[in-house]
């Protein structure tokens, strides 16, 4: 119900845009969030938004370098990803929250995407 795309290899300093296709009945009342997971670590929280897309926040180690937006109508999240480094490799996933809000507490998060692989060379 979650379908998430864009990731691949680039090099540090470059971009990539990563989207969240959803499907049915979520979504638009859902706050959204984008986790990445690295090898051999825990996954964690990379930034959210509200509902409305009105609210947005992010883990401080992708401030100002990463940017979320969402379209309602198309039923869509994106994930901007500017001056990657490649600490920012992982796997990323997006998810839906059972709340309107997004919050960093991955249990609030009913349903999640595939992951997409993101890999950032230096």
């Known amino acids: 119900q979650l379908q998430a795309s864009g990731g691949g290899l680039v090099q540090a300093g470059g971009s990539l845009r990563l989207s969240c296709a959803a499907s049915?009945?979520?979504?638009?009342?859902?706050?959204m969030g984008w986790f990445r997971q690295a090898a051999g670590k825990e996954r964690e929280f990379v930034g959210g938004?509200?509902?409305?897309?009105?609210?947005?926040f992010y883990v401080d180690s992708v401030k100002g370098r990463f940017t979320i937006s969402r379209d309602n109508a198309k039923n869509t999240v994106s994930l901007q990803m500017n001056s990657l480094k490649p600490e920012d490799t992982a796997v990323y996933y997006c998810?839906?929250?059972?709340?309107?809000?997004?919050?960093?507490?991955?249990?609030?998060?009913?349903?999640w995407g595939q992951g997409t692989q993101v890999t950032v060379s230096s």
């Open positions: 998810a839906a929250s059972r709340r309107a809000v997004s919050s960093n507490n991955r249990e609030e998060y009913t349903y």
């Open positions: 049915g009945r979520i979504f638009s009342n859902n706050g």
């Open positions: 938004i509200s509902w409305s897309g009105s609210s947005t």
